[in-house]
């Protein structure tokens, strides 16, 4: 018995060290890169540094090398960078588990929410979720460069909503629109430590990470305090354009 059983065990230790060997001669496999040679767009999950997962969001690639990242949950642009477009190993090596992740150097906008609410005032507490909000994705639709315009409708309102990289590739310009007046909201453009106005159109958010830019001196923003920090807010009844600088 004694002889069996050290036999049995020898085998057991033979068998694991070569299994160990080849595990440690097998070949990495190469990272899976997705290349924005012209205006692509990936559907895939997306790992927040703050706010956990995304998991139905579209990101959008530019051969200018400027990117972005859409939430067709909260309507929500989540991440912008600049740089290689994505690295979609995750997604495609062995078992996989649908995400991928920016390649560039990126700007989160923290935990991802609703860019647009119906609120009582301007000092109400931003909308946590959907609940009750009425809010459905619709989907979106691409124009002739392939860049695409998300739609979505929130209580009772229909809302498009298309980004595309400004002229000089400094950042993205993004214009959100109603069919008819959207009585009572609000466009939320900013969540962050710090809010600073440089001026009426201009402002600067958490030590210049990225700037807000209204593209009409007629809007009326509004900083205002939160939980975490500050907020800015913007009136909106049926268009407005800005850009996002980074």
């Given at each position: 018995m004694k002889?069996?059983?050290?036999t049995i ?6 068998i694991?060290?070569?299994a160990v060997?080849h595990a440690q ?6 990272p899976v890169y997705?290349?924005?040679t ?11 540094p ?5 998991t139905?969001?579209v990101?959008?690639?530019s051969p200018?090398t400027?990117?972005?990242?859409y939430?067709m949950?909260?309507?929500a642009?989540v991440?912008?960078?600049r740089g290689d477009?994505?690295?979609a190993s995750?997604m ?7 995400s991928s992740r920016v ?6 906008f923290?935990?991802p929410?609703l ?12 909308i946590a ?11 979106y ?5 392939g ?5 979505y409708q929130?209580n009772?309102?229909q809302?498009s909503?298309a ?6 590739g ?11 007046t959207?009585?009572?909201m609000?466009a939320?453009?900013a ?5 600073i106005?440089?001026?009426d159109v201009l ?6 990470a990225y700037?807000?830019?209204?593209d009409?001196a007629?809007?009326k923003?509004?900083i205002?305090?939160s939980a975490?920090?500050q907020?800015l ?7 407005l354009?800005?850009s996002?600088?980074f």
């Open positions: 002889r069996v059983f050290f065990c020898s085998t057991l230790i033979f694991t060290s070569t060997s001669t097998r070949k990495r496999p190469d997705i290349d924005a012209e205006n692509i767009l990936v559907r895939s999950f997306i790992d927040l703050v706010g956990g997962r995304v139905h969001s990101n959008v690639g200018t400027v990117h972005y990242t939430d949950d909260k309507g642009i991440v912008v960078w477009f994505l690295n995750s495609w090596i062995e078992r996989g588990d649908g390649r560039g150097k990126a700007t989160y923290g935990k929410a860019t647009l609410a119906k609120l009582s005032s301007d000092q109400s507490t931003w979720d959907t609940a009750g909000t009425g809010y459905k994705p619709k989907g639709k691409l124009d002739d460069a860049l695409p315009t998300f739609m929130l009772g309102v809302i909503d980004s595309k990289v400004m002229a000089n400094e950042g993205i310009q993004r214009q959100i629109s109603s069919k008819g959207a009585t009572g609000y939320r453009l969540a962050a430590k710090q809010i106005k440089l001026s402002y600067t958010v958490d030590d210049k700037q807000i830019r209204f009409d007629q809007v923003p509004i205002r305090m975490d920090g907020e807010l913007v009136p909106f009844q049926s268009k354009s800005y996002i600088i």
